[in-house]
């Protein structure tokens, strides 16, 4: 299985990204997550959409501000972020598991797929 993300760059602070991760398979069915590590930074989880019916969890610190989706037609799970922060600087990465997602779960390193990655800076 390999995920490949795309979309990253150079963005304004305040400004808006679209994040995509399609894959070699068919991503619905596997939960896909999003993560970031930023530099000198631990790895933290972003967001998660449940395979099948499509459930979705965010960590606290992108809540209100990130949206993830799945477009099945297209296999792309997105991550679209707005209203976005030089914190939010990192690199992105898309992951593929069987795992649960919701509550405390799905945004931990459970995964078992993981993609390379794509930069995103926020940056006036």
């Known amino acids: 299985l390999q995920l490949v993300e795309s979309g990253g760059g150079l963005v304004q602070p305040g400004g808006s990204l679209r994040l995509s991760c399609t894959a070699s398979?068919?991503?619905?069915?596997?939960?896909i997550g999003w993560f970031r590590q930023a530099p000198g930074k631990e790895r933290e989880g972003v967001s998660c959409i449940s395979e099948g019916y499509g459930g979705t969890n965010y960590a606290a610190s992108v809540k209100g501000r990130f949206t993830i989706s799945r477009d099945s037609a297209k296999n792309t799970v997105y991550l679209h972020m707005n209203s976005l922060e030089p914190e939010d600087t990192a690199d992105y990465y898309c992951?593929?598991?069987?795992?649960?997602?919701?509550?405390?779960?799905?945004?931990?390193?459970?995964?078992?797929?993981w993609g390379q990655g794509t930069q995103v800076t926020v940056s006036s």
């Open positions: 992951a593929a598991g069987f795992l649960y997602c919701y509550g405390s779960y799905g945004l931990g390193p459970e995964y078992s797929y």
């Open positions: 398979v068919t991503l619905e069915d596997y939960t």
